[in-house]
């Protein structure tokens, strides 16, 4: 079973960037592709960037394409969330999760989740 610690939130101005990570333990994180989510206050959780098992392919929502960049290090059972040209709507607790199987950007279709780190962008 893999177990999920998301890490890398903070405190940043608008037009910040932050890099978050997800750090999965046990030895089958290279058979999972990943994704991020996140949620924010008063809001439904919402898809924000899915990777493939081996990293050649990615998706993102349409709010963050061009300025989120998500990758993976299978050595180092971590995937990446690098966040650029911050803005105040992107506030939110950001959501490592995992699935077996391709790619998708459905939160439903992903079984394992991390505990959230929050990312509060100021004005």
């Known amino acids: 079973q893999v177990q999920l610690v998301e890490s890398g939130g903070g405190l940043v101005q608008a037009g910040g960037s932050l890099r978050l990570s997800c750090a999965a333990s046990?030895?089958?994180?290279?058979?999972?592709?990943m994704g991020w989510f996140r949620q924010a206050p008063g809001k439904e959780r919402e898809f924000v960037a899915a990777?493939?098992?081996?990293?050649?392919?990615?998706d993102y929502a349409d709010s963050v394409k061009g300025r989120f960049t998500i990758s993976r290090d299978n050595a180092k059972n971590t995937v990446y969330l690098q966040m650029n040209s911050l803005k105040p709507g992107d506030t939110a607790v950001y959501y490592c999760?995992?699935?077996?199987?391709?790619?998708?950007?459905?939160?439903?279709?992903?079984?394992?989740w991390g505990q959230g780190t929050t990312v509060t962008v100021s004005s």
């Open positions: 999760a995992a699935r077996a199987g391709r790619v998708a950007i459905v939160q439903e279709l992903f079984h394992l």
């Open positions: 046990g030895r089958t994180f290279s058979s999972y592709a």
């Open positions: 990777i493939s098992v081996s990293g050649s392919s990615t």
